[in-house]
């Protein structure tokens, strides 16, 4: 007998995917595909940024972090938070402006217009291994749930996972998925609102929820504490995640696509908020679970699990198509960078500069079906969502993030700082995190030294060219 649950999954799917394919016919466009014409009003693009970050990483993981973690993992989605908020009244209108006075697509453009060429190049190709790895982790958050609402094996629900994603995003690009992002972000609304009382409620109340508490804190040092048991890992989080959501591409393209710098101030603020507010739902889920589903084989289970067996069918319906809209939403903003990294910062930038609009429509769909099936086998290689994504967000923060941010408020040093900036940090990272088995140094973690290996880097370069000048 087919489980209901993977009923309501299948019909959900249907549901966002049938949209998608009717907005194909009006993505005719490259700037349609990729800046959605540059028209997103406000609430078009909070919708769009906050369906982006609430995604795997945002709940399965999260709930994940609370149940092995309790209260500290808040940090993980509230890190991102606080990155998009610090996005917001720094970084975002300023480079809305600068794409739109010069026609920017990619975050490529940007690097280059600013850097020179190979940077341009070298970036892209980090972002698109690091992107692969974010990518497989939605579809291992899309895999878990299979698993315990159909029984199916990791393997089965990863392919399944990625055909979706690859359907629903190819189609369309950015244009027709931030209309379907915003009914996805009102389900993920309703269903975490329902889902919290009602599951309490299945515990039995707030004071026997407590009283578990209680008994879990004795068995994990610092589950009731904010910071955890040690400021270390809450650090770990803001270095990690912060300078992230200040970056990532796949936020600033979205960020492109606003009407004017105003638009984007707002989106991203209001984006900020809502995911400081959100935050606390699937953690304190992940502890519900923690408390009464203890013995699951996976922390990655606990969201999942809640789903099947500590509320009623109606609200666990609810709450699974809220889960999926997170990992295909966040899954469509992953496929849309690598696809316009690929194609217009690799392809029509080094391999074919007269591409004309139909190629590019082409070659960005292609690469989206493409990036799609590696990561869909990435997917079934690593063991969590939380792994997967710690690949990308290192990746992330310790190569793009002082050269962005270095590039957008000043004019100097120029190319050769940048590629020996970028490879300094990756090494110090890299390196730190072998070394000492990804714990860091004096609470100093490996991105930390590598962040600040490329801005002791672009430091020096300019005042060594401002003193030349002088």
Not at 151 to 157: C, H, Q, S
Request: charged share 10%; hydrophobic share 55%; aromatic share 10%.
């Amino acid at each position: 007998m087919i489980s209901p649950y993977l009923l309501v999954l299948i019909g959900y799917g249907a549901l966002i995917i049938i949209p998608s394919l009717f907005a194909s016919r009006y993505t005719r466009k490259v700037s349609d595909f990729y800046v959605a014409g540059r028209q997103l009003r406000i609430p078009l693009l909070f919708s769009t940024l906050l369906a982006a970050n609430i995604g795997a990483g945002s709940t399965v993981g999260a709930a994940a972090l609370g149940f092995s973690l309790g209260l500290s993992a808040w940090w993980w989605v509230g890190s991102a938070g606080i990155g998009s908020l610090i996005l917001a009244f720094t970084v975002a209108p300023r480079i809305r402006e600068f794409a739109a006075d010069r026609d920017y697509l990619t975050v490529g453009d940007f690097l280059e217009d600013r850097f020179g060429q190979s940077v341009r190049g070298v970036i892209s190709i980090i972002l698109w291994l690091g992107g692969l790895a974010i990518l497989a982790g939605q579809l291992i958050a899309f895999a878990r749930i299979l698993q315990v609402v159909a029984g199916t094996e990791k393997i089965l629900g990863c392919v399944l996972g990625g055909a979706v994603v690859i359907i629903y995003f190819s189609a369309t690009g950015l244009k027709g998925t931030v209309w379907v992002n915003m009914f996805q972000l009102t389900v993920k609304g309703a269903g975490f609102l329902l889902a919290l009382p009602l599951a309490l409620a299945a515990l039995g109340g707030w004071d026997a929820f407590t009283t578990g508490l209680q008994v879990k804190s004795t068995e994990v040092e610092g589950y009731l504490n904010f910071f955890g048991d040690s400021p270390a890992s809450t650090l770990h989080y803001l270095v990690l995640l912060v300078p992230s959501f200040i970056v990532s591409p796949g936020i600033l393209q979205k960020i492109y696509g606003a009407r004017d710098k105003r638009t984007a101030r707002i989106g991203a603020a209001a984006n900020g908020i809502a995911l400081l507010v959100f935050s606390f739902f699937p953690v304190v889920l992940g502890m519900m679970a923690a408390v009464s589903l203890s013995n699951l084989d996976h922390p990655d289970l606990a969201l999942p699990s809640i789903i099947t067996e500590m509320v009623p069918f109606w609200v666990g319906a609810l709450l699974l198509a809220a889960i999926f809209s997170a990992e295909i939403s966040s899954a469509d903003a992953v496929l849309f960078m690598l696809s316009t990294s690929l194609g217009h910062d690799l392809y029509k930038r080094f391999i074919n500069p007269g591409a004309g609009e139909k190629t590019m429509m082409l070659v960005s769909r292609l690469t989206s079906v493409s990036a799609g099936i590696i990561g869909t086998f990435l997917a079934m290689a690593l063991p969590s969502v939380i792994s997967a994504l710690e690949i990308f967000y290192s990746l992330l923060s310790a190569s793009l993030f002082v050269p962005l941010v270095w590039g957008i408020y000043h004019s100097k040093p120029g190319t050769g700082t940048c590629i020996r900036a970028i490879a300094a940090s990756l090494a110090a990272t890299i390196t730190v995190h072998f070394l000492t088995g990804g714990e860091g140094i004096f609470m100093i973690s490996p991105v930390a030294f590598g962040i600040i290996s490329s801005l002791i880097l672009f430091t020096i370069a300019w005042i060594r060219e401002s003193g030349n000048q002088q």
